[in-house]
């Protein structure tokens, strides 16, 4: 009864107020989007949205092993049991003991002049110096480990979007370079035979040794290429495997990867959509929260500390009498402390918390507009390399026809084998465009599924049902 009257008191904390939204109503006019199409990126299932079973299969071991995952859960972990042992701190604690004691008092030091012996056996229960909450500091102190607790389950969510995010993007990359790479090869085996070629009829003289040189030039620089595109591979696909923490089959090479990979249409929505949907804002939102009931605590500092300690058993001084008739004993020792000269700790500590909470709303407000921008950026690439593929992939075609006309003119000698040279590198280098404009689109969509929470919310509701402490109420 008497914790329940003490639980009722009211909090010193402020009224939470949230800063306003610090960006537009609306995505700029360069970030076209249809907001009823598809389903929100929350509530879209990462094996839902990427289906490729590859990369499906490199996403689930990077849940399962990345370390920076890990990390992050075990601090969920971690803020959990802080919370629990806050929480613990509004209940009195409980204890049973038992001691005994003897000394020998010599003649001198009592009056009857002789050495005496002197036992003291107890058995107890009790509480020790359980805090009257009168002003809501200790529940203060249990709500704002309440929403660090739950800022550090967000954060966690927002460390798995992004992982899902690098995993997929770096898979695009790989298999980026892997087509790069083929195409580099498929280049150089036509050089080397073309140089071939050009080699025997240099030597029944057909050609001169500067067509040749030309040829050999262009042979060279696609084994250049090629051993720069290697290198390159090797790199993502050790950077890939970090993320993945495994070493999956899946990086192996493959050829053309796939641009019809389906990806779900996402449902963009307003800029507020954001608030509720992304795990690194709703962190954020958490921890300006946790700095309110950080204030409260400070403010109840201010005023006088009650705190309980009572005991009751049974006392004797001999062991065989412990527990008999008139043997009761029992103590309460209520406290009360109130500092009138701390050197304005107390004000100080409350100065602190204060400007710690305008930190905290700076660094919400922050992370809105960083969440504002990435959308914007998404959406506005998705729509702008879709044209620059349709555009590089018409340049594709007409360097192709290109080089077949150049061919023809230097087979008919209406012109010099430099200007085959000169179609052919451009044709290479417009292909190579191609792959990487392909590819940039592709990561353009990764980038709008993770900037608008993709996942999260499925995410968080599942970590919820699994973690009662989440379900708290704050107050």
Known sequence: MLYLLVSGCVSLAPAPVTPPLPVAADWPADAPHDPGAGVHAPDLPWDRYFVEPSLQQLIQSALRNNRDLRIAVLRVDEARAAYRISRADAWPTLAVGM??????????????GRSLVTGDDEAYVGI???????????????????????????????????????????????????????????TEESRAEAFRIFTRRHDVGAISKLELTEVQTLFIQAQALRTQLEQARAIQAHALGRLVGDGSDALTESGHFDDAAIFGELQVGLPSRLLVDRPDIMASEHQ????????????????????????????SAELDGLFDAGSRAWTFAPTLSLPIFDGGRRRANLDVTRVRR?????????????????????????????????????????????????????ESGAAPYLEVLDAQRALLAAEQEWVQA??????????????????????????????????????
Not at 294 to 301: K, Q, S
């Open 128 to 186: 020790s110096s359980w805090e009257l909450d009168l002003w809501g500091r200790v529940r203060d102190l249990k709500s704002g480990a309440l929403q660090t607790y739950l800022a550090t389950d967000a954060a966690r969510a927002a460390v798995r979007v992004s992982l899902i995010a690098q995993v997929a993007d770096g898979y695009l990359g790989l298999r980026e370079l892997d087509e790069r790479v083929a195409l580099a090869r498929r």
């Open 288 to 315: 300006l929260r946790a700095a309110d009931f950080d204030i409260g605590a400070a403010r109840a500092a201010f005023f006088p500390r009650i705190a309980l300690t009572a005991t009751w058993g049974t006392a």
């Open 438 to 475: 392909r590819r940039a689109l592709l990561s353009s969509r990764v980038a709008l599924y993770a900037a608008l929470g993709g996942g999260a919310g499925v995410d968080v509701a599942a970590s919820y049902s699994s973690s009662p402490p989440a379900r708290a109420q704050t107050r």
């Open 358 to 410: 305008e930190i905290a709303a700076a660094d919400y407000e922050r992370t809105v507009q960083n969440a504002f921008r990435e959308v914007a950026d998404a959406l506005a690439a998705r729509q702008w390399l879709d044209r620059q593929v349709h555009f590089q992939r018409m340049t594709v075609d007409t360097q192709i026809e290109r080089a077949r006309l150049a061919q023809l003119r230097y």
């Open 99 to 112: 001691q005994a004691s003897r000394a020998r008092v010599p003649g001198d030091l009592n009056l009857t």
